[in-house]
């Protein structure tokens, strides 16, 4: 069976096709069984909500993956959490998607700890250390309808599905991001890769020239969550939404 981070990632990619292809009954029928196990729900946000989770310091970010590990360890030995996950993993089945670093790494703190995985876990501690102590805030100049496919499940947590669904994006952005779903996993890095240089020395030669404080922070720090960026039909999305904005 899959690890809940790779679960995670699968979810998100079939839900963002059902979502591109306009199919409301497989977003439904994917979200009805997620919400169906109240600890894997409980396991899926704090995933997610670990995406954007800022501490100043390290000391506060060790202290914070301290009290979490005992906690996902013993989440994740739950019997019930296992057999819900290796359903689902099975009904979602053979999806390709990239592999997401933070939940590489949160898979690894989740395990039982043991005498052969104590350095995994030590290396992934340290990269999510990074992760936490990185702001990651998101510029307003470059804000768009649909940042994160996170978004539609937290919407449809909250009974807005509808809404969100006939309102977040108009038929062009649908179409456009209907185009990356079903692009070659070797032209999304190739065009990725191209379009990654682009932004970011676009926002380069526009920090050469701004004077404003405010907005010289907003671009550094779009600047740098560009130049992050690995290869994925999301982040390509991003970026193209991005560029657009500049």
Do not use: W
Not at 161 to 187: C, M, R
């Amino acid at each position: 069976m899959n690890k809940f981070g790779t679960i995670k990632s699968k979810i998100l990619q079939k839900l963002t096709e059902a979502y591109a292809n306009g199919d409301k009954v497989k977003i439904k029928e994917i979200l009805t069984s997620i919400t169906k196990d109240a600890d894997f729900k409980s396991m899926y946000m704090f995933y997610e909500d670990m995406e954007n989770k800022y501490f100043e310091n390290k000391e506060d970010a060790k202290l914070f993956l301290e009290e979490i590990s005992p906690m996902l360890e013993s989440k994740t030995s739950l019997n019930q959490l296992n057999k819900f996950c290796k359903s689902l993993d099975k009904k979602l089945g053979d999806v390709t998607i990239v592999e997401n670093e933070l939940y590489s790494n949160l898979d690894i703190l989740s395990d039982p700890t043991q005498l052969k995985n104590v350095d995994k876990k030590i290396l992934a501690k340290t990269k999510l250390i990074e992760h936490l102590t990185t702001k990651k805030e998101i510029p307003e100049l470059v804000e768009t309808k649909f940042s994160s496919n996170e978004n539609l499940l937290h919407a449809v947590l909250a009974n807005n599905f509808n809404v969100l669904y006939d309102n977040t994006l108009n038929e062009k952005e649908k179409k456009q991001l209907t185009e990356i779903l079903s692009i070659s996993d070797e032209d999304l890095k190739i065009n990725f890769n191209i379009l990654q240089e682009e932004v970011t020395e676009k926002i380069s030669d526009i920090l050469k020239e701004e004077k404003n404080t405010e907005l010289l922070e907003k671009l550094s720090t779009a600047h740098s969550e560009a130049e992050r960026m690995k290869p994925s039909k999301l982040n390509y999305y991003k970026l193209q939404m991005l560029k657009s904005g500049l």
